[in-house]
């Protein structure tokens, strides 16, 4: 039986796909290997919208095919459709599948048998078959939801939107993922029944672009009402939504998560700056004032709330103004977190063409300062939460965890440890003490959720 290893890079959307490559290989009978060293065929799932994430996917290759020149690539994802020549013409790649194709993969892999001769220097065979088409010709949206990774043992993310319409000046996504498309309402709620009746009790849901689910569908769908079916029609304890796009954050979406307990109380908006000027340069749709009032909103109506953001920094002609004037807006404001993400310049984007490219020193040193402005603003949100009691889902204990705590995430996305060895998978209510640096540390208060958690 031949054995495969699907290695994933990139974002939740790239997981996403490669849970649902998984799925339909074991649907037609082969059998996950435990390691990449131990498969017959390795599906290479890569991301590109950094250039550091295609260095990422090159120098996994090279070490998969150095460590075992038997071993079948298949490379996939979004560097596949963007470059497909140039991985093909990379030492022990099989083929090389776009987004576009990757249906397909199942089929290839019935190509692939152990039992074929081993192959010769690749230097001198011919280069590897390439599948890739026109991504914005694709509707489907490939699903499963993603078990493994950070969390996911206990929280599943579940893709229901692909693509976007966007078109910011420095992202290569729309382009090696195609159009906003979205997955069916019933497929949906099918999804997070099975879910649910597995034992799953918090739910996350991703996208490329969230907020625009269900505007391809016919009829249309908002993605209020997909969030209104999803808490009547399954029994999913608590959902939890990925980065959604400012301008989708509505009053009424803040208010129905305000008046949901089941909704956590959570919004990842990237912001990438806060200057105007390089915000018009990006093209995004908004500008630093009409963000600043959707936090107001969100503080308003759900204080306690978890209020995160992407930050680009070093995108070209950014001045030290422009960079002052991000630092100002994300200090004055509540924010719990930041993503902060240096500039790479992507082929084919307008903001490749441009000829004003910040200095890479003077990148990583505003990067630096956004990072460490970052980590203040956690540590006060974290010192914000002392003393209350907070909802908690305990999770999955890694290997480099405290063996004598049990790691588990409150509603409002904070870390928490609990002194105690504890069972993944279960409510509990906390009391946050204090904080060690990194994490809150929570003392369960209620005698009988212990002895239900301990049953």
């Known amino acids: ?8 890079f ?28 131990a498969a017959d065929v390795v599906v290479l799932n890569t991301c590109t919208v950094t250039a550091a994430a295609d260095t990422q996917a090159r120098d996994a290759i090279r070490k998969i095919h150095a460590a075992n020149p038997a ?12 470059a497909p020549e140039e991985l093909a013409a990379l030492p022990g790649v099989t083929y090389v599948v776009g987004n576009s194709h990757k249906p397909q993969i199942p089929s290839l892999l019935h190509s692939i048998s152990p039992s074929l001769p081993q192959r010769e220097d690749p230097l001198l065979l011919p280069t590897p078959p390439i599948l890739t088409g026109d991504i914005f010709a694709t509707t489907d949206v490939l699903v499963a939801p993603v078990l493994g990774g950070e969390g996911n043992h206990t929280r599943p993310t579940l893709k229901i939107q692909d693509g976007c319409n966007a078109r910011c000046s420095f992202c290569v996504i729309p382009f090696v993922r195609g159009k906003s498309r979205s997955l069916p309402v019933a497929t949906v709620l099918a999804e997070i029944r099975r879910l649910a009746a597995s034992g799953f009790r918090e739910i996350v849901l991703s996208g490329i672009s969230l907020g625009t689910y269900g505007r391809d569908l016919s009829p249309r769908v908002e993605f209020l009402d997909l969030l209104r079916r999803i808490l009547h029609e399954t029994a999913v304890e ?40 390089i915000l018009a340069a990006m093209h995004r749709w908004y500008r630093a004032e009409h963000y600043a009032r959707r936090i107001e909103i969100i503080r308003e109506v759900l204080p306690h709330a978890a209020i995160g953001a992407d930050v680009l ?16 807006f994300i200090d004055e404001r509540p924010f719990t977190y930041l993503h902060v993400f240096s500039y790479s310049s992507r082929p084919g984007t307008k903001a490749a063409a441009l ?22 603003k956690s540590a006060a949100f974290r010192q914000s939460q002392l003393g209350r009691l907070l909802r908690v889902l305990t999770l999955h204990r890694g290997a480099n965890d405290d063996p004598a705590h049990t790691p588990a995430l409150s509603e409002n996305y904070l870390s928490v440890m609990i002194p105690e060895v504890l069972p993944h998978n279960r409510w509990l209510t906390v009391r946050a003490t204090h904080s060690d640096g990194k994490h809150l540390i929570g003392l369960p208060q209620s005698v009988a959720e212990m002895a239900a958690i301990g049953a």
Not at 17 to 37: P, V
Not at 74 to 82: D, M, P
Not at 319 to 328: M, V
Not at 362 to 374: F, G, H, N
Request: proline content about 4%; overall charge neutral.
């Open 355 to 376: 000829t004003n490219h910040v200095p890479g020193h003077v990148i990583k040193r505003r990067a630096r300062e956004l990072r460490a402005l970052a980590d203040g």
């Open 10 to 37: 990139g974002c939740r959307a790239t997981q996403a796909d490669g849970a649902a490559i998984e799925r339909q290989l074991r649907e037609r009978g082969f059998a996950a290997a435990a390691q990449s060293s």
């Open 1 to 8: 039986m031949t054995t495969f290893y699907v290695e994933q």
């Open 238 to 277: 608590r959902l939890r939504i990925s980065s959604i796009e400012p301008l989708d954050v509505t009053q009424d979406l803040i208010e129905f998560f305000a008046a949901n307990d089941c909704l956590a109380p959570h919004f990842h908006m990237p912001l990438q700056s806060a200057s105007d000027r």
């Open 313 to 328: 920094t070093g995108f070209p002609g950014e001045s030290d103004d422009d960079h002052a004037a991000t630092l100002r």
């Open 71 to 82: 071993t079948r690539i298949i490379v996939t994802g979004c560097y596949a459709q963007r």
